[in-house]
């Protein structure tokens, strides 16, 4: 079946616009996961869905992103007035649930870059 | 904080060797940690789960095991062959929270 699919897979921006990056995750996953890649590094966890609730926004570096996930499915990712330090691979992720039997299953990812 | 370490941060070794690759964390209250593998430009692909309960797992020519209690887990590659060049990333869920925390990774380079 389909796996979790990002959107767009690369996006270029100039300091200070707005950008929102998309996730679709597997069908009939309840749990939707976004984290964040630097270059040589692991992912960081940025934010955590159960359905449409943000049940965890613990990794969200400072006000200028946000996260929503309105109808439990597709989720947004906002970067607001971005900065070149944003520059980094965003990773969605989504699981069956959250607990210990639990894969989650990763995206391919979207590489966004601010000039 | 869970903090997650993989070593070494880069390996070599020619093609059919049997290699291990290592994981330690310091927080033992888990409920599960994966084993994930990374292509360049391409996403994370799940490996292996193994949860709390579980002292090992196997796939094909994977096997990982768990130590929860000394917080390490070593992932065996047995006949190694080109085609497994890429870099390893052990995550761990612990049960403080949502998250994955991830090492850094093990660069595995298996040459012909």
């Known amino acids: 079946g389909a796996g979790v699919s990002q959107s767009p897979r690369y996006k270029v921006t100039k300091r200070g616009q707005d950008v929102a990056l998309r996730c679709d995750p597997i069908s009939g996953h309840v749990s939707l996961y976004w984290y964040r890649q630097a270059l040589g590094q692991g992912p960081e966890f940025l934010t955590y869905?159960?359905?449409?609730?943000?049940?965890?926004k613990s990794g969200l570096p400072n006000d200028r992103f946000s996260a929503e996930r309105p109808e439990g499915s597709i989720s947004t990712l906002t970067i607001q007035r971005t900065e070149q330090r944003d520059s980094a691979m965003y990773r969605c992720?989504?699981?069956?649930?959250?607990?210990?039997?639990?894969?989650?299953?990763f995206g391919p990812g979207t590489r966004l870059t601010v000039t | 904080k869970q903090e997650v370490t993989q070593i070494p941060a880069a390996l070599s070794v020619p093609e059919g060797e049997n290699l291990v690759l290592n994981c330690s964390f310091t927080d033992s209250a888990i409920y599960n940690l994966q084993w994930f593998r990374q292509d360049p430009g391409k996403g994370l692909t799940s490996l292996l789960l193994i949860q709390s309960s579980q002292r090992e797992q196997t796939s094909g020519r994977l096997n990982a095991s768990l130590d929860k209690s000394s917080g390490r887990s070593t992932l065996y590659i047995a006949a190694s062959q080109p085609g497994d060049s890429a870099t390893y990333l052990c995550?761990?869920?612990?049960?403080?929270?949502?998250?994955?925390?991830f090492g850094k990774g093990t660069s595995l380079l298996v040459t012909p």
């Open positions: 995550a761990v869920h612990s049960n403080s929270g949502y998250a994955l925390n």
């Open positions: 869905f159960n359905y449409e609730a943000q049940q965890d």
């Open positions: 992720a989504s699981s069956v649930a959250s607990g210990d039997s639990y894969e989650q299953y």
